[in-house]
C-alpha cells in the first residue's frame, strides 16, 4: 500500500502541469483541457455537448470556453454533414501551432518520450489498466481512443468506402455506421465502449502502423 501511495501521489504532482491557477500562454487549464481534447477528438466528438462532458462542465461553461478560443482564432465552428441543425468544432492551423508549441502538457510528454519506446509502453499499459478499474468501479463513461473500442469493426472488402478522403478506410464503427480510416483509429471519442476481445484488429492495425512508416 504505501508504494501503491507514494506512485499515486506521484501521479498527482505530474498533475499540475495542466491544472494550475491563472492562465497559462492566455488560457487556462480548463482552455488548454478543451483546447487539447478537439485537437485529438475524432468527428463524432468535436461537439459541443460532447466536449462539455469531457472536461465536466455544464453546456453553458463549455459555450463560454468555445467562445474563448473562438476569440483567439483557436477553433472555428462548421456545420455538420450529418446533422445541419448541429455544429463541428475544428482546431485551426493557429490552434494547432499553440499547442505545439505552448500546451502545458509537453513538457510532461517529453519526459515520458525519454523513459525510450518499452518504458513508455509500459506507462501507457499500466495507466490503462488504472483507469479499467477506476471506469468499472464508478460506472464511469470516459473518452478513449477508438482503436480500443468494442464499436470498431473491420470491413469487408466489398465493402471499400468511396468517399472523398475514405477511400482506404478498412475499418467501421458500428454505433455511428460510418467508415472508419486507419489514421482515425487513433482519435480519441466519446461513445467510447472499452472491450478486451478484439486481438485480430489490434494485430492489423499493427501491421498497417509498420507499413505506413516504412
Excluded at 17 to 26: I, R, T, V
Excluded at 72 to 79: A, E, N
Excluded at 184 to 205: G, N
Aim: aromatic share 6%; glycine share 6%; hydrophobic share 40%.
Amino acid at each position: 500500500m504505501p508504494l501503491a501511495r507514494e506512485a499515486v501521489e506521484l501521479l498527482v504532482q505530474a498533475a499540475r502541469a495542466w491544472y494550475f491557477e491563472g492562465n497559462q500562454h492566455g488560457l487556462r487549464d480548463r482552455e488548454w483541457m478543451a483546447l487539447r481534447f478537439l485537437g485529438r477528438a475524432n468527428r463524432f466528438s468535436r461537439t459541443p455537448s460532447a466536449l462539455a462532458g469531457f472536461i465536466g462542465a455544464t453546456r453553458a461553461t463549455a459555450s463560454q470556453i468555445v467562445k474563448t478560443l473562438e476569440g483567439k482564432s483557436f477553433l472555428v465552428r462548421k456545420p455538420s454533414h450529418e446533422d445541419k441543425r448541429s455544429v463541428v468544432l475544428h482546431v485551426t492551423a493557429q490552434g494547432e501551432k499553440v499547442l505545439n508549441q505552448h500546451d502545458p502538457i509537453n513538457h510532461v510528454v517529453n519526459a515520458v518520450t525519454a523513459l525510450g519506446t518499452e518504458e513508455c509502453l509500459r506507462l501507457r499499459d499500466s495507466l490503462r489498466e488504472i483507469l479499467n478499474h477506476l471506469d468499472a468501479a464508478h460506472q464511469r463513461l470516459d473518452a478513449s481512443i477508438c482503436r480500443d473500442c468494442m464499436f470498431l469493426a473491420e470491413r469487408s472488402p466489398g465493402h471499400a468506402g468511396t468517399g472523398k478522403g475514405r477511400a482506404t478506410a478498412e475499418f467501421m464503427c458500428r454505433l455511428y455506421r460510418a467508415p472508419i480510416s486507419l489514421e482515425e483509429t487513433e482519435l480519441l471519442c466519446t461513445s467510447f465502449e472499452r472491450t478486451r476481445d478484439r486481438p485480430k484488429i489490434e494485430e492489423h492495425l499493427d501491421r498497417a502502423r509498420v507499413a505506413s512508416q516504412g
